[in-house]
């Protein structure tokens, strides 16, 4: 265990730890936009939904490059 | 405690100069079992359909009515592309609830492949509907400055398409390791059940992707796309 195994850790824990904040918020805001419109306009529910999830996957998408990117600082880690 | 690395996977045996790792022979085996079961299916089609033809043709309709609310155009064309994805992508995430069997989805190369192909897809289809000339035109919306912004998001959609389906199953799959490693034998079943769901979603989500993406290529196309009704 040197320095920079240790540096790894630490940044990989951290990237995942505040990654996760941004788009944690970001989908919790568009879901409950999601259930406002629903609830005005039930009728529109099947748009609605399917705009929701390909808008929550593309929002997903930033919690997941944070995934990625602490995954290589652990597997594969050029300078480890 | 050491985990293998979800990065690289390992060679199961070489095709002449080819190695050929566990992932490509899952993938394969999926492929055979597709098209085996798609064949014996439609192979006596009957106007009073027996039980699977009648399952599979409302595959076939309910994928086709997505292409259609979601891009607005006649589905034919984009039936065979869209709808392979999807079944294949769900396939592939399920296919871990064999024993033994890793999705090759977790992998990045499987998902790099399929990534190239909506990327090509893409190109294809716009070309297809605008020609050459008007696809080139479509880079310079809503003004030419904007151009090499949108020759970069051609490349970050593919790119992203392939990062998000690796990074969802595979961390379904390293989660359900850590957690098997750790509590036993029947405690990771709900995380499990938890994957088949996140399984289908990705399926649905890259499938759907690649339908908006390939819609908004086709700009604006003989059949301007009109509102989708509920």
Redesign the interface.
Known sequence: MNWIHLASILGATFAMAIGAIGPALGQGRSVAAAMDAIARQP?????IS?TL??GL??I??MA??C??VA??LL??NPYA | MKFASPLESHVLFTLGPVPVSRPVVTTWAIMAALTLGAWLVTRRLSAEPSKPQALLELVVETIAAQIHETMGVAPDRYLPLIGTLFLFLLTANWSSLIPGVEPPTATLETDAALALIVFAAIIWYGIRALGVRGYLRTFAQPSIFLAPINLVELFTRSFSLMVRLFGNVMSGVFMIGIVLSLAGLLVPIPLMALEMLTGAIQAYIFAALAMVFIGSALGEAPHPPKEPTT
Do not use: K, P
């Open positions: 009728e529109a529910a099947n748009t399917r999830f390909v996957a593309l997903e998408t997941i490059y995934l990625v995954l290589l597997f594969a």
